[in-house]
């Protein structure tokens, strides 16, 4: 039988899996690279399997440390929330978070009022941008956290976590496209990345295509998709009643996968009500992932 899994350890491990390195982890946990080792020496006779093999320079997660990496998160954002709830020690200050419209209006909600009931001495600032404006934001300073929908090739991974996916999908109001004709899209303005993809996907197959409706807001998207103005292309999240997968339709290329990625400034300073909202988050999309395929 396993024993109970030891929550220092826990926090050991999720940091090695995101720096993907004993030494880098030991830097955010604040012990050496030989007691790094140690504990995972220690967590692997708990979990009586190993967690991560060598690939190259970089420390890589097993099929099992991908596994528990899905738990670990969740264990440790739940201890960390009932630690501060119970001793309400004085974790105060502003946290500047940029987010996706497609984040923000569907797995966010809830994690930030989370946050806020259970820190109420912080000021938490939430902006909502495009990738593209939030990732240079993060990189002027002017955010905290950047918690974004992006191709995973473009994750710089020095500075951020792949918290999990959102596979990009076509989206209609579940009727079938009119026969040989332009595929109507419905998309944000050409800032929007995801509209980008969008259309480099159906030139390279080479499907006729014309902007039936352009909005700035998820939401026009959505209401012109139910009202059949056309089709859009979004992440699964973005899915709700009236709205269902565009299937069977030989025309339509397939899209990329999208990574939720947290990130923070390069040589950013530490803070607590910082580290807090990042651990509440990355708790919010363990819960969200397939505990068989959860991703560092």
């Known amino acids: 039988m396993i024993p109970d899994l030891d929550v220092d350890l826990l926090r050991t491990f999720v940091a090695i899996a995101v720096t993907g390195g004993f030494a880098r982890a030991g830097e955010r946990v604040g012990r050496s690279q030989s007691a790094v080792s140690l504990q995972m020496k220690r967590l692997e006779a708990q979990a009586g399997v190993r967690l991560f093999r060598r690939e190259g320079r970089r420390m890589v997660l097993t099929a099992d440390g991908r596994r528990l990496l899905h738990y670990a998160r969740r264990i440790l954002a739940l201890n960390d929330e009932a630690k501060a709830s119970l001793a309400r020690t004085g974790i105060e200050g502003p946290v500047r978070l940029g987010t996706n419209q497609d984040?923000?209006?569907?797995?966010?909600?809830?994690?930030?009022?989370?946050?806020?009931l259970t820190y109420p001495a912080t000021t938490l600032e939430v902006t909502v941008e495009s990738t593209a404006t939030i990732k240079a934001k993060l990189e002027d300073g002017a955010l905290d956290l950047a918690l974004v929908l992006d191709r995973p090739d473009n994750a710089d991974r020095a500075n951020a976590q792949r918290l999990?996916?959102?596979p990009l999908?076509?989206?209609g109001?579940?009727?079938?496209?009119?026969?040989?004709a332009p595929v109507p899209l419905v998309v944000c303005d050409e800032s929007c990345g995801i509209r980008r993809t969008a259309v480099a996907a159906l030139e390279d197959a080479r499907t006729p295509y014309r902007i039936a409706f352009a909005s700035p807001s998820l939401a026009g998207l959505r209401?012109?998709?139910?009202?059949?103005?056309?089709?859009t292309a979004r992440g699964e999240r973005a899915l709700e009643p009236g709205l269902a997968p565009v299937a069977g339709n030989p025309h339509?290329?397939?899209?990329?996968?999208?990574?939720?990625?947290?990130?923070?400034?390069?040589?950013a300073p530490?803070?607590?009500a910082i580290d807090?909202?990042?651990?509440?988050?990355?708790g919010l999309f363990a819960e969200d992932a397939d505990p068989a395929l959860a991703d560092i």
């Open 223 to 231: 209401a012109a998709v139910r009202a059949g103005l056309g089709i």
């Open 173 to 180: 109001d579940g009727h079938a496209l009119p026969a040989n």
């Open 252 to 267: 339509l290329p397939p899209l990329p996968e999208l990574a939720v990625m947290l990130s923070r400034p390069p040589g």
């Open 164 to 166: 999990g996916t959102d």
């Open 276 to 282: 807090r909202l990042a651990a509440i988050l990355e």
């Open 270 to 272: 530490a803070s607590a």
């Open 103 to 116: 984040l923000a209006e569907t797995s966010l909600p809830d994690a930030l009022a989370r946050f806020a």
């Open 169 to 171: 999908i076509w989206i």
